[in-house]
């Protein structure tokens, strides 16, 4: 099987100027492997909790957006430790946050509704 994903870095990339072009701001927390690393996205907004998604194999090869963890609007900090630990945990994963009203969008995900 051929995997025709873009490189890492270049999805990345990407992502950050789709944000910044929308009058958004988009950051890299974590670099991971450049060429082949995942991607964990942390869509954030001041309207709502911040959402992580991480794009998870499917049964029939595609790879799919899965909402990983929403941020507890009573323990924010627990949030940040999580990803953190995450990405201490896997060098190839890149995190990228998408500060953007319904960041989703960029990512090809459903609206978040609160």
């Known amino acids: 099987m ?8 270049l999805e990345v ?22 060429t082949a690393g995942t991607l964990m996205v942390i869509c954030c907004n001041r309207a709502t909790p911040a959402r992580a998604y991480e794009r998870m194999p499917q049964l029939d090869g595609t790879r ?17 430790a999580w990803y953190r630990r995450r ?3 896997d060098d190839d994963l890149w995190i990228v946050e998408l500060d953007i009203e319904n960041a989703e969008r960029f990512i090809d995900v459903a609206p978040h509704n609160s």
């Open 2 to 9: 051929i995997d025709d994903r873009l490189p890492a870095h």
């Open 64 to 80: 799919k957006w899965v909402l990983s963890k929403e941020q507890d609007p009573e323990n924010p900090h627990e949030f940040m």
């Open 87 to 89: 990405g201490e945990q």
């Open 13 to 34: 990339s990407g992502l950050i100027r789709a944000v910044e072009a929308e009058g958004g701001f988009g950051m890299v927390i974590s670099k991971g492997e450049r």
